[in-house]
């Protein structure tokens, strides 16, 4: 028996939750793909939201617009939900070198409304700082597991455990067709599997390969994620994920001795407290040579659309994106040029 939808979305990670919310929460039909045994980038990421990056401490893209909307809907979903997913969580930066204590004090005083000074006593029990310290406020923390789960406790009615094979796909003038599904749209946000996408795989992905620990560490307060030349970020009871790499080429998807072997040496060098690790957590991202979101409809099959390529900043820019990319569709707006799929309307038409 066939069923009639009007979005047909691929992938249950951060993006396609992000997708499904909007679209439950307007009352339009959608079902959502999601194969259990695919790997999703979410799974293991951070959960951090930092208004800044870099070395040179400097704002993130569109941050004073990202922030305030991605804030509001983590807030919006667990009121919804009644679960807890965001909470504040300032940086208390360690500086690991003088340069880096410099490029601070410099961008302290230069515009960045994100960064103030902080009491380097207080953390002086707990760490190394021969350099001070400072923070990064406006930053927050999303409990990626709990959003998941709940995610797809909100979708049930909506979800297909299934395995998305794409040479099923069914292109007609008006709409798609996969196995007894109809819709009118199709939205691919299923991360690295977009690469072998016959009619998207011509977009410039560059996959990066990230690590990171789970550790224990008894004492250290949960209130802040902690940054050095690494980044201590809360995870739940005394465990803390301590990451990340980016590793640009490799040629494979599992935990490396020396990732484990590096951040130990970083911990002893920086923690004061005794701690243990107990997981080691690796993950491949769907980043693009960009660093801009995929976000948008195909130029050739106007039933093909695409929201993909977050990286690193997934947390700030899935929200906000989706809701781009479904008021594009339904009322026409505009999606934001830099991350407009219009920007390789050439390379998709061949």
């Known amino acids: 028996m066939e069923e009639k939808v009007k979005y047909l979305i691929i992938g249950q990670g951060l993006t396609g939750t992000w997708l499904?919310?909007?679209l439950h929460k307007q009352g339009i039909s959608f079902k959502v793909i999601n194969d259990a045994k695919t790997f999703s980038a979410t799974s293991v990421a951070s959960g951090v939201i930092n208004p800044v990056t870099?070395?040179?401490?400097?704002?993130?893209?569109?941050?004073d617009t990202l922030l305030p909307f991605a804030i509001d809907s983590y807030k919006?979903?667990?009121?919804?939900?009644?679960?807890?997913?965001?909470?504040?969580?300032?940086?208390?930066?360690?500086?690991?070198?003088?340069?880096m204590k410099e490029s601070f004090?410099?961008?302290?005083?230069?515009?960045?409304?994100y960064l103030k000074e902080n009491d380097n006593s207080s953390l002086g029990q707990y760490f190394n700082t021969p350099f001070?310290?400072?923070?990064?406020?406006?930053?927050?923390?999303?409990?990626?597991i709990q959003f998941l789960k709940a995610g797809?406790?909100?979708?049930?009615?909506?979800?297909?455990?299934?395995?998305?094979?794409?040479?099923?796909?069914?292109?007609?003038?008006?709409?798609?067709?996969?196995?007894?599904?109809i819709a009118e749209k199709i939205i691919f946000c299923d991360g690295l599997n977009t690469m072998n996408n016959p009619y998207f795989k011509a977009l410039p992905f560059v996959p990066n390969k990230g690590e990171a620990l789970i550790v224990k560490i008894k004492g250290l307060a949960p209130t802040n994620i902690y940054k050095t030349n690494i980044t201590i970020v809360p995870w739940k009871d005394d465990l803390f994920w301590v990451g990340s790499s980016y590793e640009w080429s490799f040629t494979n998807a599992l935990?490396?001795?020396?990732?484990?072997?590096?951040?130990?040496?970083?911990?002893?060098?920086?923690?004061?407290?005794?701690?243990?690790?107990?997981?080691?957590?690796?993950?491949?991202?769907?980043?693009?040579?960009?660093?801009?979101?995929?976000?948008?409809?195909?130029?050739?099959?106007?039933?093909?659309?695409?929201?993909?390529?977050?990286?690193?900043?997934?947390?700030?820019?899935?929200?906000?994106?989706?809701k781009q990319l479904i008021d594009h569709i339904e009322q026409g707006t505009m999606i934001e040029p830099e991350a407009d799929l219009k920007r390789f309307t050439s390379i998709l038409s061949d």
């Open 152 to 181: 797809r406790e909100k979708l049930s009615p909506h979800f297909i455990e299934d395995y998305f094979d794409i040479s099923d796909l069914i292109l007609t003038e008006q709409d798609v067709r996969w196995k007894n599904i």
């Open 20 to 22: 499904s919310y909007f």
């Open 255 to 322: 935990p490396t001795e020396s990732f484990k072997e590096k951040m130990i040496t970083a911990l002893d060098a920086v923690l004061k407290q005794p701690y243990e690790v107990v997981d080691h957590l690796v993950g491949i991202r769907p980043a693009n040579t960009e660093r801009r979101p995929f976000v948008g409809l195909h130029p050739k099959y106007p039933q093909l659309g695409i929201c993909n390529g977050m990286g690193t900043k997934g947390c700030s820019l899935a929200p906000y994106f989706s």
């Open 132 to 144: 001070g310290t400072g923070e990064i406020d406006q930053c927050y923390w999303i409990d990626l």
């Open 54 to 63: 870099g070395r040179r401490i400097v704002q993130t893209w569109m941050i």
């Open 76 to 99: 919006a979903f667990q009121k919804d939900e009644n679960i807890t997913i965001i909470k504040a969580a300032p940086i208390a930066l360690i500086h690991p070198s003088l340069q």
């Open 105 to 113: 004090d410099y961008r302290l005083t230069h515009d960045n409304i």
